[in-house]
């Protein structure tokens, strides 16, 4: 099947948002997305962008059952590692079910990985739920390494309540 990758663009921020929530649905967590396309448009195209976006399109002829032509994305940002430097975090990977399994997936990461690359980056990370064993099995046929059980790293956050109080506590 033929598609592109290219570049998201403010227009594409509906779609992004919509494929934003089919992943949540398939995580199992609809309820955790607060964001719109308004939020996408504004973190990720004013003047100091958030986080960049690649998008995969196929053509009219081969639009899903319900008439989209975009049909994954992957979104990411740029971290840095005071072990290694510059680091690329890979937030979402989605592509709609009926088009998984046609090299849509791995060309939208390797663009990304491309992109790290042109930045001088030197690590892609992401992370993936521990139930999703294809998902995690594909990133590691690609050579991705499982730091949780290789380092025993942890992924934590503030959020809420927790991240306020946590800045309350600033000087």
């Known amino acids: 099947m033929k598609f592109t990758i290219c570049p998201a663009k403010p ?3 509906k779609d992004i948002e919509r494929m934003i929530m089919e ?7 609809p309820d955790q997305v607060k964001i719109s396309h308004k939020e996408l448009e504004r973190d990720g195209f ?21 008439g989209h032509t975009k049909v994954g994305y992957a ?7 005071t072990w290694k430097g ?11 079910p009926e088009y998984r399994g046609k090299g849509i997936g791995k060309a939208l990461m390797a663009t990304v990985a491309k992109v790290a690359k ?27 390494e499982d730091l ?12 809420g309540i927790a991240l306020d109080n946590l800045a309350q ?3």
Do not use: I
Not at 75 to 81: I, Q
Not at 151 to 157: D, M, S
């Open 169 to 171: 506590e600033a000087p």
């Open 46 to 66: 004013g003047p100091n962008p958030f986080y960049q976006c690649v998008v995969a399109e196929v053509p009219e002829e081969h639009m899903s059952k319900d």
């Open 86 to 96: 510059r680091t690329v975090f890979m937030e979402d990977l989605y592509v709609m």
């Open 75 to 81: 979104l990411f940002f740029y971290t840095y590692s």
């Open 11 to 13: 227009e594409d921020c």
């Open 148 to 159: 949780t059980a290789k380092e025993g790293w942890h992924f934590l956050r503030f959020h």
């Open 118 to 144: 042109e930045q001088h980056c030197v690590r892609l990370q992401f992370s993936v739920l521990d139930w999703n064993k294809p998902s995690l099995d594909f990133y590691l046929a690609k050579g991705a």
């Open 23 to 29: 992943l949540a649905v398939y995580e199992k967590m």
